[in-house]
């Protein structure tokens, strides 16, 4: 351990016994937005954040109480081998600033910041140490290719052959639309991969690969070496910070909740607890942790509820405004509560659970041109008898037991702030008039769809799976 990492440890390392107001003073002489909590011989106890910290001050906890009360006690870890890359990585998938690193014993060794990071040219050389997780053989089914995508996390896999010579490059994008086609999904991978994207070389500086991924539009940038093969993987977010301030959100949670009656008698559905959270700070957490900062919540049953628990929402990460209406105004109709804005706009109801990538339903959106993305869900209906098609008297077919595939809403959806002059005011307005509205019109509506997990909170069974899925890690 060097003296710059110990000279860190002892001003980040806290007993998990100190008061709250110790650990405030503790926390600004450090400037790391975090502490560790550690017992004798630096064993790791748990973590400390600003944010553990307001909330405490926002829900009346006395200050002389023990710091461990409010802390994180099985935070995220690294393990010392970590690399760069792949630690920055991890922050973004549990939307995390700090990252402690501990031994096999579990003893604190680092604890690794989002902002140094983000700074550390050295990304360059840890991207390559990514490939393992991103490398896949063409000849691989595209039901393997999302698989491997999900557990990547990078939004893109590169296509090799032995040796790792770089044959075509898999996008997220190329997958969703794939599934809109109705591609089977037994389909070879490199049936629907770009087989000449755009490469740097290995000599590049992280500040001409931010160029060139701008230049073509890109977010990711396989780098190569003189005989074609891959030896490192760039993300867009690997060299800049994933801040999207002109990208605004709106959570409707407003609703009754009717269908989870007796739970939603005393509180609104959005406020359930899922886990140790209400759900609603759940999906909050999702859109900070994709950079979004701007969040508007409309709200009519119970407002108070979800008002004393985020206040202006510093405790969570964002700013919070609350398009209160006095009466329902139906699934979009809040929207004309908010201030006009002027980039795109997150709309999702509030009893909506998913792992959605944000980013890339951006990417999607504006490729294509729209005024409004809607996410939509592949769903299987199993018929369980035999259905017979007929012309007139004449049999013409007869299928046994067939399944019929649709594409059902979802429920969250990106859309130009110009769409919202399309919405009457004061009146109830629901998001299938609006999407109606411009279909007539012919403005460009598409469809996103979800490869990610995703639950609608709605029933009493839903409910049950979330706190489930909570439980072994799916959320």
Known sequence: MDSKTEQLLESVVISPSASIAEAIAHL?????GALVLCSTGRKLYGLLTDGDIRRAIMQGVSLETACDSIATRKPVTAQSSIWAAEALHLMNRHDINHLPVVDAEGELQNLLLRKDLIAKED?????????????????????DAISRLDKAGTGALVLCSSGRVLLGLLTDGDIRRAILHGIPLENACESIASPNPVTAQRSIAAGEALQMMNQHDIN?????????????FLLRKDLVSEEHPGLSAVIMAGGLGKRLLPLTERVPKPMLPVGDRPLLELTIQKLRGFGIRNVNLTTHYLPESIVNHF???????????????????????????????????????????TGVSFEE?????????AELTMGVRKYEVKVP????????VRVTDLQEKPSLNFFINAGLYLLEPSVCDCIPEGQRFDMTDLIRMLLDAGRPVVSFPIMEYWLDVGRHEDYMRAQEDVRNGRI
Do not use: Q, W
Request: glycine fraction near 14%; charge should be negative; hydrophobic fraction near 40%.
């Open 311 to 353: 206040g202006d929402g510093e405790a969570f990460g964002v700013r919070l405004n609350y398009l209160r209406e006095d009466h329902p105004l139906g699934t979009v109709g809040g929207l004309k509560l908010m201030k006009r804005v002027d980039g795109p706009i997150v709309v999702i109801n509030g009893d909506i659970l």
């Open 220 to 232: 990711h940038l396989p780098v190569v070496d003189e005989e074609g093969n891959v030896v490192a």
């Open 385 to 392: 008898f035999g259905v017979v098609e007929c012309d007139d």
């Open 123 to 143: 990304i360059l050389a840890d991207a390559g140490k990514r490939l393992d997780s991103v490398v896949i053989s063409p000849g691989a089914s595209i039901a």
């Open 361 to 369: 339903m951006l990417v999607f959106h504006r490729k294509y041109g």
């Open 28 to 32: 600004d002489k450090a400037g790391t």
